[in-house]
């Protein structure tokens, strides 16, 4: 069974950075497309950014774009998103996502397994 654990998340100014991680067990992590979801207090999920599983292609929600970079580190089975020039738009609880092996995560059907979520909440 393949388990995702999200850390890094917590209260900051709007301006601040933090830097989100993600430990992957139970599966071949280097084959799972890897991603970041988000959820804001009355709204849907939505993806904010994923990388594939040979860590060559890299696509961003437009609403982080330049300022969220997702990574991976095969060797650790983590996936990391570091979060810069936060704003209170972006609070949200962010959610670690997987991929079938071999594919492409590139929205919410494509994701096969869930991490538990974590807060981050930016203040003004």
């Known amino acids: 069974q393949v388990q995702l654990v999200e850390s890094g998340g917590g209260l900051v100014q709007a301006g601040g950075s933090l830097r989100l991680s993600c430990v992957v067990s139970?599966?071949?992590?280097?084959?799972?497309?890897m991603g970041w979801f988000r959820q804001a207090p009355g709204k849907e999920r939505e993806f904010a950014a994923s990388?594939?599983?040979?860590?060559?292609?890299?696509n961003y929600a437009d609403s982080v774009k330049g300022r969220f970079t997702i990574s991976r580190d095969n060797a650790k089975s983590a996936v990391y998103l570091q979060m810069n020039s936060l704003n209170p738009e972006d609070t949200a609880v962010y959610y670690c996502?997987?991929?079938?092996?071999?594919?492409?995560?590139?929205?919410?059907?494509?994701?096969?397994?869930w991490g538990q979520g974590t807060q981050v909440t930016v203040s003004s």
């Open positions: 996502a997987a991929g079938a092996r071999f594919g492409a995560l590139v929205d919410y059907g494509s994701v096969n397994y």
């Open positions: 139970g599966g071949t992590f280097s084959l799972y497309p």
């Open positions: 990388i594939s599983w040979r860590g060559g292609s890299i």
